[in-house]
């Protein structure tokens, strides 16, 4: 119909882009190929978006939080490590964790006898359950799940010596976002007031990548300030652009060598579903720092307090 | 209260970007402060958002519309050649023109006692008046405004030799877009139709840039075959990465060469208001283009016709 | 071959990206498709480079200068305005100009017996020489041509009355640039004294954008300072990203309402070779500027000396 | 000097970029923030470039291959496995490796007698050698250091039986650039046969992120084709933009769960100087790949010949 120099190109290329800017010098451009929700909610702006390769993603006051093409990535080793030191979890706090990724990773294993989420932001938390199934995959509707939204800390106040596992899957801690006072000395002790004796605390703990690590640093270090035990590992994930940290805490030793054939073996037992990343042998890979994160880590002593919180930002690659 | 190493930057860097590909291997990229409305309308999906230096911009499926720091110099040469060429119009009618700024010019004219706009997407309308007053200044609520909401094209059916001036002032016909098919012979058909004798018909017409003036010039062509004659000029807009081309049409001569002092006159007796860009020196300027886009435009015949309409996109330069 | 997901796309997307910050929020990127030549010269970095749409492309010190492709859109007007005006030009001085092409459009004029460039830069003119013959077309060999390499300043010290027409073809003034304190009052005083009486002075005189359009404004406020007369005119030139500005400056009156045809005689008996945007009509457009540039140029009093130089950056939209 | 309006920015914004296309919708742009040394090679286009928080990088048709602000991450876990696989390599062979980093790495083997680098590109080698001093540390001029410019393959017909350890550090199998055929079948068959009995190969293998492993993975493939052992492993280089990935082959077993301990003794008896990430704890974690990379790896069958090679692009998600 047209003549040939006017055809449309077959995939024109993306008009919006959402930059991450990994370091001053290093930008990672997200394509953002349509726009599928936004909301400015009493607490943050949404985006939820087709990001193309990716899948879907999910964004948060600007920063990216998760993608339906990798979020097992995450979400696995946010979850597992935890239930596995544990051995046989009956009730798990999930405080934040919007997508519902979390909830469904908990809800793998048959101990589980009830999970609360608490999600302080009610419009997130619907449109996550609209539009990203693929993320959740039912779990909000699966009647072991109790969805309360309320500001965690405030549900913390209520809770004491009651979850075998509270995993803090919280936004990271910009200023003015809603997080920027759950990286605290003051809420880590409200978490493992909630913990039952013996029971795990596990932390969505910033980038752990060479130029940006400081965060996560401190976050070991405050926990340490806490638990008796706590232990720092990342896996990357490719949306997040950087290797993404985590850090398990608790009163009882971790299991830093775990045995493969005995993990599987828990798994086989006491979970259901499928794993896609995480069994036994990820497990004890995951277990293992490289030597300039185990270093940086031990020579840090600073703690995040209500007077002195993280603000997360971009740090310049260290000395 | 944080300490030096993790104070925040001042003004941290935009996350948002919308790209324009102006060609192939040169790429205008908008940075957006803040998403201020966002709707996906039945027609189209709209972005109003702060772009920063540029101020307030609009963004119609992905295409930047305009921007608040610099839409007069849009809208004062979309507007006033026409009403100078016909000497005095009592009635205009809008097609298209959503932020009100088009309104807004046509208002200066007090020779005017009726206009009318016509525009297809309510929501988008809405969204202007609520989100853009700089650009509106309140033209929606002057009395002699007339705004309905309604395809241009079922609109021009039921208007016969009323108006003295038409401005077409339409997003640019993207295939699947609103205004795909009012890029031709068949539309302009029937706004010369809806002219009073001796009124004048302007289309926004698109960029006149070396690499990507193809489709411009294929509208005079398409002009001049309907009307006796058909003008073409253009001025550069920061926001829309291009100088942007116009078209004055009519079955009147246009003075290409108007005389200063007497546009001037006539801009003091028959207008009120302050024009920031445009008077006799302007407009005698906008009408002499040069000598490359005048010889684009005298060798091209091609006639944009339903069933060849133009499909806007980037084209080659010409060798 | 290769397996169907395995193969290469035909022309896989640009690597190497240079950036023009329009301002800090409008980005223009032109795309890199490969460096024909790099040099770290005694003055300044230089890269020839195709940037595929716009053919190649010449950038000193990071700023883009000119590309094949539309650099007709910039030398003609640098050139012609102030020849048409002189009449008839004998001697013509070119200050800068690397690439050669204002050379090329000088040589239009068959009425020049003598046309003498001076440049700071060997490396550059030679690379130029070799790598741009689109741009230069044998200019450098003609036996008109003199070829100087040298500071301009040293060459004005060394000249008196000598130029019919003097153009300044330079680099903006970026600090630490080679041209820093070539946008002074003082430079100027020296290029009016190495007019003949009745010659002009050319000044390529920076972008005339809204968002950035006061170096130039100040340029016309210092010209006014030393010359009886100085006119400001602009054309937008796509790899420029910006309508670029120019200052026609001399003791005699400029003919700022030429008339068409008399313009079109005089190019027709004194020049030979083609103009592509360049002859009576463009002349009278270029004259003419929009009414928002006439104001601020109107308002502006500032005059640039060695002691308050001009730094090029980008500002500030005006309120 | 200046007026406050014209101040400039303390640092102005990078100019140059330079795109790696992760996936077609995510870019990592790296800044540029001075052009250090540029050469167009016999083989390849060079570049070094001050790229800012990450230090210096080295980038090889347009791919980046190194900074030194993150080599550590990249040649220590390309060298150590292998040589504690062997134990105490007194020969290696070094296949590419153009920084120097490479040897450097090598050389903290006390065991080691002579190692022997074999690289097509002489000009790069000296221009890293030049400008890259904090990755080569002086290993080209270490007495057991031997330089050889010549194809690897050449190289390879030579030697047989000959290498504790080779290691193949090549850049990666893009179209027309210098190392499309040697990551094939019939190369690595050539390196097996240059080893000694006992001896190790290891190879540089490229990313593996979930959207961009297959090339990885079918690089495994094609070495258990020619080795009775081959180990996948990857780590996350910050400059690279995915975990890079490495595979260690041999006909003796690979340890895959190495104790700690012993690794660490084995290291501080036989090598001298620091180690920034790896030891036995380190080494523990990169033979454990995840799940999903297993699987991947299991289910995988293609071998690269010279008749099929691979080449690098970028690939959709896997469903």
Known sequence: MNTPMEKKKDSPPPI??????????????????????????RYQEMLIVNCGTLGKGL?????????????????EPLVHPACVNHGGPETVLVLGGGEGATLREVLKWKTVKRVVMVDIDEEVVSACREHLPEMHQGAFDNPKTTLIIKDAVKYLEETKGEWDVIISDLTDPIEHGPSFKLFTKEYFE???????????????????????????????????????????????????????????????????????????????????????????????????????????????TYVYTLESPPIFSTQEIPK
Chains 1, 2, 3, 4 share one sequence.
């Open 16 to 41: 919006y882009w959402i930059a991450d800017y990994l370091t001053p010098s290093d930008i990672y451009y997200h394509a953002v190929h349509e726009i599928i929700a936004y909301r400015k909610t």
């Open 59 to 75: 964004i948060l006051d600007g920063v990216w939080q998760s993608s339906s093409g990798d979020d097992f990535i995450y979400h």
């Open 190 to 300: 409200k978490c493992r007031a909630a913990l039952k004796p013996g029971g795990f605390f596990l932390l969505q703990a910033g980038p752990v990548s060479l130029p940006s690590m400081k965060m996560h640093v401190r976050l070991v270090s405050t926990l340490k300030a806490i638990f008796k035990y706590a232990h720092s590992y990342n896996i990357h994930v490719p949306c997040l652009g950087h290797p993404w940290g985590f850090i398990l805490a608790g009163d009882r030793p971790i299991d830093t060598l775990p045995e493969v054939s005995r993990v599987n073996k828990l798994l086989a037992d006491k979970t259901s579903g499928e794993f896609r990343m995480f069994d036994g042998t990820t497990l004890l890979g995951l277990m293992q720092n490289p030597k300039h994160i185990r270093d940086a880590i031990e020579k840090e």
